[in-house]
């Protein structure tokens, strides 16, 4: 894992090699290991390694080939670069390394751009081709590593941070349309524009090139489709849960190659334990040096019962005998960091439980973590989430399989853990009289509503509820969850591998009908049947759902207030996009549970005001 950055001058102006070095230094958290720099004149290229595969110096970046003719600079993993190597050597090429790099170039070299199908991994890569003088640029399959972009046609500039790119230049004007839409429907990274009017970020699954003539080119690469089929519940259900399983451990496999140590996150809930229960298998079949006699597993934890996982990880730690290790995240403890925190996320974020994940990922970089896995992806894939429940009933109602909505109604709505814990709240952005019940509006300034105004977004599905499923793993939900995921962990010097977002899952399970998803009640069915025997059945059968949830309401109320009431009376940039004063008064009936908003409305015009004061206003910088 690394940083990345480069500028191609189309005006043929010599590259600055100091601002290169400068666009590197900025985020040299991301690879503290190795730095290198590649100038020809227009073209510059930097890098720096967080070093995973191969220690050695032959991993140095940039690396070129043997004609010194492409020059690669790489952030990311390629899980099967072993197999391509092999391939690749049958061919007749000759590595100088061990590293997942050298076969990138090389399989760039052999296939061009078709060389991004046989890649399974997360990748953010730019490849130098002198003889044309074309800048080659590519993104994983889901946009798990970033890959910003600033291009004015006459300079191409792009870097793995954003704060890179303010660097070398890009003027600090904030995206009002994003704005919009965050602090009305508390969206993020749902397309490809940034915070920052002159940002863009490359899309997942695409690949770009540039050359010299000013050619600019961008192509999406792979794709894949969700099924919306219903189905026979019972039909194939054997054999699909088989070819599931056996990817499921494959890919977890793949994802434990590392030279450094590896370990995992921990939650407690279906997808994590059901990694960290496969990772425990594997190493009763084989030894895997870089994991140790036991696992490593990192949690989030609280005092507050209702939050609390501990109840479900101690299940996991009993049967697998891992280290466990725990972090406490506190309100006091997230004011502290937030200015830390919001340096590394570059952009707003949505709400507290980025914090928990950062404290998670900082206490395993304490106990000599490089590597880790988590369960990211899963409610994506699987339906994780209690929405897909609701549409899943509502296709039922609507295909009049009357029958089969009774028995999934009641087996859902029968637990009592379910009951409990469904947040009516949250849920009403999927309908669309959402705004007209919450009158979001009334706390925006007229005039920046009038400019931006537009009609709601829908959340919800329509008829399609395999095309709302995707959308989630591609617009709605994962984009924004892998932006955390990456900014937390290289802002501690970690690589993140997640297992569930191996694209071989991903297209098995879009061809799953929807009954292999939801069944008797429960979500993800498919892998709670592929998981019989390997994950205890409290969890396996476990309906509550938290993750590295936070008691924000609760944070809101009462260790944050004060600091949030100031932030609010002496904001200097919300007063164009909000009415303070009825921000306020707002606030202030939350505070008193005298209004239907919850904590997370106010949080994004209290995280937008931070943000704004280190990236945009005057007092830029760390």
Request: charged share 25%; hydrophobic share 40%; glycine share 6%.
């Amino acid at each position: 894992m690394c940083g990345i950055a480069g500028i191609f001058n189309l005006d043929q102006k010599p590259v600055d090699k100091k601002t290169i070095e400068r666009m590197i230094k900025i985020m040299k958290y991301r690879g503290p290991d190795d730095e290198g720099y590649f100038i020809d004149n227009n073209i510059g290229l930097g890098h720096c390694r967080l070093s995973i595969i191969d220690l050695s110096t032959a991993g140095h970046q940039p690396m070129s080939d043997e004609d010194q003719n492409l020059w690669i600079i790489h952030n990311g993993e390629i899980y099967n670069f072993i197999e391509l190597r092999n391939e690749l050597e049958e061919l007749g090429y000759r590595f100088k390394s061990n590293t997942d790099t050298e076969v990138i170039l090389y399989s760039y070299k052999q296939w061009q751009e078709e060389c991004l199908k046989k890649f399974n991994g997360m990748w953010a890569f730019a490849i130098w081709d002198a003889q044309r003088k074309e800048l080659f640029c590519a993104r994983d399959r889901f946009g798990i590593k970033p890959f910003y972009y600033f291009f004015d046609g006459k300079t191409f500039a792009f870097a793995s941070e954003i704060k890179s790119l303010l660097e070398f230049g890009v003027l600090r004007k904030p995206n009002n349309n994003l704005i919009y839409d965050f602090i009305k429907f508390g969206i993020l990274d749902h397309n490809n524009s940034t915070f920052f009017e002159n940002i863009n970020k490359l899309p997942a699954s695409n690949w770009l090139k540039i050359n010299l003539n000013g050619k600019f080119k961008i192509q999406k690469y792979w794709d894949f489709e969700v099924i919306d089929e219903i189905g026979n519940s019972n039909k194939n259900i054997q054999k699909q849960t088989e070819h599931f399983l056996n990817l499921f451990y494959d890919s977890v496999r793949l994802r434990l190659r590392s030279d450094v140590p590896v370990g995992s996150c921990l939650s407690g809930g279906l997808d994590s334990s059901s990694i960290v229960c496969v990772i425990n298998d594997l190493l009763r079949q084989e030894k895997i040096l870089n994991i140790g006699e036991h696992q490593k597993t990192f949690s989030s934890c609280f005092d507050i019962k209702r939050f609390d996982e501990r109840n479900y990880i101690e299940e996991v730690i009993l049967k697998i005998k891992a280290e466990k290790n725990y972090v406490f995240p506190t309100a006091e403890g997230f004011l502290k960091e937030l200015d830390n925190l919001l340096w590394h996320q570059e952009e707003p974020f949505a709400g507290t439980s980025v914090y928990a994940q950062w404290l998670v990922l900082k206490e395993a970089k304490k106990r000599g973590i490089t590597v880790i896995l988590d369960g990211q992806g899963g409610d994506e894939i699987m339906c994780g989430y209690r929405k897909f429940y609701f549409f899943y009933l509502k296709k039922l109602w609507d295909n009049k399989q009357f029958f089969l909505f009774t028995k999934e109604f009641l087996k859902f709505f029968s637990s009592l853990s379910i009951l409990k814990t469904i947040d009516i709240k949250n849920g009403l952005k999927y309908f669309k009289f959402t705004n007209k019940l919450l009158n979001i509006d009334n706390l925006l300034n007229p005039n920046f509503l009038i400019k931006n105004f537009k009609n709601d977004l829908s959340f919800g599905y329509d008829k399609n509820l395999g095309k709302r499923i995707k959308e989630d793993i591609t617009k709605w939900s994962l984009p924004v969850l892998l932006r955390y995921e990456d900014k937390n962990s290289m802002a501690h010097s970690i690589e993140a591998r997640l297992p569930l977002l191996d694209y071989r899952l991903v297209e098995l399970l879009g061809k799953f009908p929807l009954s292999q998803k939801m069944k008797n009640g429960l979500t993800k069915f498919v892998l709670r049947e592929s998981m019989k025997g390997i994950l205890p059945n409290k969890i396996r059968l476990r309906k509550s759902k938290i993750g590295f949830d936070t008691p924000e309401d609760i944070w809101f109320r009462n260790n944050l207030k004060e600091n949030i009431k100031l932030t609010f009376k002496g904001a200097i940039f919300i007063p164009d996009y909000a009415d303070v004063n009825k921000l306020i008064d707002y606030f202030n009936k939350f505070i008193s549970y005298k209004t239907i908003f919850k904590a997370q409305i106010f949080f994004r015009f209290y995280i937008l005001e931070l943000w704004a004061r280190k990236f945009i206003l005057n007092n830029y910088g760390k």
